[in-house]
């Protein structure tokens, strides 16, 4: 018996070790943390009408707080064909621009934080190429804030043959405002803040990165390149690119691509439980399992609002990008245009990641009114599932967006075939409405060439009174003078 029991410990043992391990937080029930199982229910709602209504195939997304996961799920598959589901843990997306913040503006807290950037300094002191003019005024914060005078971007992949002529035409782009003065969304200042970078620390941002942030976290599945064999757990983008081929485990932004597939505005890729932790290392203050990232003082003066809706790198709640109605002043987040979002509530210790590929082949008309709407349900219900919120336990609505889906539409092949059955439906009406229409102007016309023939025949009588009246005339008119001269001859004589 202890024989069998000594065995059957030791199985259990070599399970437990030849378990593959996930990556993410570690889960809790939704009370523990505070709140509620049922009003986080609502996400799924939420996020399965996104997919019902064709904005995208599926989801990836983990609610957090505390330190926990409380709600980490995949939703629908990664294409249209059905056949891979979702895994939040393990299914790969491209985060488009939330590239900016997980990965370029990381790099820059850390090289902050090693006294090897100045915000206020110019930006010509780490790229002299970057220099002339106004550029000689743009510094590390106007890059930071959108408000460098920068366009929001130039179409580096039609002019560059090379990611070196890309880079070279990002670095020679014009500045068309005083810096400071005018706020534009720009992916160019993000491609400098990389360039920024890698110019400081001696390394690709790749390398800075991997070796700084996502090592040091265990992000292993985020990463600019995928290999071959991650390719079938990645979400396909694009299927028709100016590249001439579907896009699957190759970055979706023609701009990034042009730039080596590594840029400081896009080409990383990840998942929601790798993200998942990325956030809880801001909301610990820069650190996570007791291994330091980032300084607390850094994560602060970078995520606090510092111009406009702006804070360094990351968008703030005031502006607006998916963050709801209901999350903190502190909030702080931003979104990617393949339909990703990641935002982080330090109020209430929270997050949330959101990961779709809503810009693959798409059956609703206007997906990214779904994605906006899903993104900003899902921080909604987040926030309103939290019970010990000291501003006390807020009504649910009587229905989020994705209850109204106004304006999305429906799929395109279902709206062809209502509309054809509603045609078929209307035309007995339309034929009848028109047979009446060709009566009425039948009717119409008759009356009017009636009416025009009597005013006609009123008219032929009016003339031929008027020529009576002036033979009348003229006869009286040739007798009179006659009278007169008859008259006046036999005076004179």
Known sequence: MLLLTALAI??????????????????????????????????????????????????????????????????????????????????????????????????????????????????????????????????????????????????????ASTPAEARAAVIASPINCAPGACYEYSDLGADLLGFIAEAVSGESLEVLLQ???FRKLEMVDTRFRLSNADVARTAPTEIAPPRGYPLRGEVHDENAYALGGVAGHAGLFSTAADLSVFAQMLLDGGVYNGVRVISDSTVQLFTRRAAGHRALGWDTCAGGAGCGQFMSERAFGHTGFTGTSLWID????????????????????????????????????????????????????????????????RPLRTRRASSAAARRKAAPAKRAAAKKATVKKSTAKKSTTKAASSTSTAKKATVKKAT????TVKKSTAKKPATSKAKSGGKAR
């Open 10 to 159: 030791a199985v259990a043992d070599v399970t437990a070790v030849a378990k593959p391990m996930l990556g993410g937080l570690p889960e809790r029930e939704p009370a523990a943390v505070g709140m509620s199982a049922e009003r986080l229910a609502t996400i799924d709602r939420v996020v399965q009408r996104g997919i019902d209504a064709g904005g995208y195939p599926g989801a990836s997304l983990v609610v957090g707080r505390k330190g926990y996961a409380v709600m980490q799920r995949g939703f629908g598959t990664l294409d249209w064909t059905r056949k891979s589901r979702v895994s939040a843990a393990e299914s790969i997306y491209d985060l488009a621009s939330l590239t900016k913040v997980v990965a370029t503006t990381t790099a820059l807290m850390v090289l902050y934080d090693q006294g090897k950037i100045e915000l206020d300094a110019p930006v010509s002191r780490y790229l002299p190429d970057f220099s002339g003019g106004r550029k000689d005024q743009v510094t590390v914060r106007h890059l930071l804030t959108h408000r460098a005078g920068l366009s929001a971007g130039r179409e580096l992949w039609r002019i």
């Open 211 to 213: 070796k700084s942030v």
């Open 346 to 409: 330090p109020d209430r210790q929270m997050f949330v990641v959101l990961l779709t590929n809503r810009v693959h082949a798409a059956k609703a008309r206007r997906p990214s009114k779904v994605i906006a709407d899903v993104r900003n349900d899902l921080a909604d219900a987040a926030v309103l599932a939290v019970m010990d919120d000291p501003d006390g336990i807020r009504a649910m609505p009587a229905s989020f967006r994705a209850d109204l889906a106004q304006d999305w539409n």
């Open 468 to 471: 009576v009246k002036k033979a």
